[in-house]
């Protein structure tokens, strides 16, 4: 397998990151005018109950296997790497079947007692086999991520989206005629098909790639070997499994308590599933769009660092944070200025719902805030201070759900009681990493990327909005595709000229970086 550096790792889950939030955007279009944001929101619904179970099956066993795999290379015990997988793959099979099982025979319990609208039923259903598929992806990429190879779950990632596409408008167009709650069960079919895609071509590249056995030196572990594997395995997983938990818990109320305080504000089922589609499964994707970067950082945030920690190496430690951290700031930043500026268009022109306009403008305020937590609390996780990431998750995830309750059941604020709650959520969290990571390992960003981000955001707004004041196109969509593609030009310029990106930054991106190499 090939070992790729933490930059071009990082830098290849994010091209896969980029083609399938760019392919991700077709069904989040196309969806809506098929199913309607009706349909939406049932198909919404059932994602925090899979984010639990998930949660309750994988949790932060990828993680372990990853930080222990790389452990593992490091010191060249190639054997113990796979020790840890196999033992990993037993406990996540049996947990996902017996899940499986469980979710099977409470589904209509769930779906009427659990779950705030019992059409969700039939999507929940489609849902259950989607435990064992994405859990066995799971130990692989986590394998790999130790690896430090990126590129099968890049690949994996890609087909899985190609694959889901097609299979979810299909099936959704094909059952609607039944009803709604059909179409969002065949959008959820599509899901199932596409993931397993994902696995096939994960299980495709491990096997393909797996060197021939010597003598079967690991096949005759004995019980009491499996045991001391199995308890580490847990003992590295527990915390980050307890971490995602509280966000896993916080996503499911989250979908609970608005779409009740929303009835409680007055407003009928019906209609409060279908804002809750709006701001799940429209404007939530928008907003999310530049994390195909901060889930890339992430995911190879966390083996270079342990390698590091391992080390004792706090220069290196330093370093990989300060390039995670800057990356996230410097493209997110144009995505935040283009969305609030912009909001009513991009709605307008993507889903026809110019009315969800406020909602987008609203939650991009904090966008820079959401782009910056995930190498935060990578970084935390990846130096065993998984405890902390926790506490603060719970606290943040404590205080949306009491503000949703507070807010979004007032006919005053509605929906937007929800957003508020969530982007209060949002900056609490991302300070509480930024502060742990500070006092842990003394690292901070600097005060001056911080003010030439902002001067260059702010040159960019004023630019890209006289020129789509000028109209000087035919079309709307082409006045704001080229007034954003004008902006992004000045804003990189800004960005060389300042010097938050240099020619060493670019010589270390995959394909295009020799150009910039001296």
């Known amino acids: 397998m090939t070992k790729q550096t933490f930059i071009k790792g990082a830098m290849i889950l994010l091209a896969a990151g980029v083609i399938n939030r760019i392919l991700g955007f077709v069904p989040r279009i196309a969806l809506p005018r098929i199913i309607g944001a009706e349909g939406v929101g049932l198909y919404q619904l059932s994602y925090p109950f899979l984010s639990v179970m998930l949660t309750l099956i994988v949790g932060g066993i990828p993680l372990a296997i990853a930080k222990w795999v790389a452990e593992a290379e490091s010191s060249g015990d190639t054997e113990r790497a796979k020790h840890i997988f196999r033992t990993a793959m037993a406990l996540v099979v049996t947990l996902s079947l017996l899940f499986t099982a469980a979710l099977l025979l409470l589904a209509p319990w769930v779906t009427t007692h659990v779950l705030p609208d019992s059409r969700v039923y039939r999507t929940f259903l489609c849902m259950t086999p989607l435990l064992l598929i994405i859990g066995i992806s799971s130990v692989y990429r986590g394998y790999f991520q130790g690896k430090q190879n990126m590129v099968p779950t890049a690949v994996s990632q890609v087909v899985e989206t190609v694959i889901r596409i097609i299979a979810s408008l299909s099936l959704a167009a094909v059952l609607l005629p039944y009803g709604v709650e059909w179409g969002a069960a065949g959008a959820m079919i599509g899901v199932v098909a596409g993931e397993i895609g994902g696995l096939s071509v994960l299980l495709w590249k491990f096997y393909r790639g797996r060197p021939r056995p010597a003598p079967a030196a690991g096949s005759g572990t004995t019980a009491a070997e499996r045991e001391p594997a199995l308890k580490r395995l847990l003992g590295l997983s527990a915390p980050v499994t307890a971490s995602q938990m509280v966000g896993s818990l916080s996503g499911l109320l989250e979908s609970i308590f608005i779409t009740r305080s929303l009835a409680a504000a007055g407003i009928v089922t019906s209609v409060a599933t279908a804002q809750y589609g709006a701001l799940k499964g429209m404007i939530m994707p928008l907003v999310l769009l ?54 009513e268009p991009i709605c307008r022109l993507l889903y026809n719902h110019a009315e969800i306009a406020p909602m987008l403008r609203l939650i991009a305020l904090v966008g820079l805030f959401i782009y910056l937590q995930a190498p935060l609390q990578a970084s935390l996780q990846a130096l065993n201070k998984a405890g902390t990431a926790l506490t603060n998750t719970f606290i943040g995830a404590a205080i949306k759900l009491t503000l949703i309750i507070q807010l979004a059941s007032n006919p005053d604020f509605g929906i937007y009681g929800a957003l508020i709650a969530i982007s209060v959520n949002i900056i609490l969290v991302t300070l509480l990493h930024a502060v742990s990571v500070l006092r842990y390992i003394g690292f901070r ?31 709307e969509w082409l006045n704001l595709a080229g007034a954003c593609a004008a902006g992004a030009a000045i804003y990189l310029v800004l960005m060389v000229a300042m010097g938050i990106i240099d020619r060493h930054d670019a010589a270390r991106v995959p394909f295009i970086g020799r150009w910039f190499r001296p």
Not at 318 to 326: D, E, G, I, V
Not at 445 to 469: C, H, S
């Open 290 to 343: 530049p994390t195909a970067l901060t889930y890339s950082l992430a995911v190879s945030l966390v083996p270079s660092l342990s390698e590091a920690a391992a080390r004792g190496d706090r220069a290196t430690i330093h370093k990989r944070l300060h390039q995670s951290m800057r990356l996230a700031l410097v493209t997110g930043a144009p995505f935040v200025i283009v969305m609030w500026l912009f909001a």
């Open 445 to 475: 960003m600097k005060g001056t990327d911080f003010l030439k981000v902002g001067a260059a955001m702010t040159i960019m707004g004023a630019a890209t909005q006289w020129l789509m004041n000028r109209q000087l196109l035919p079309a």
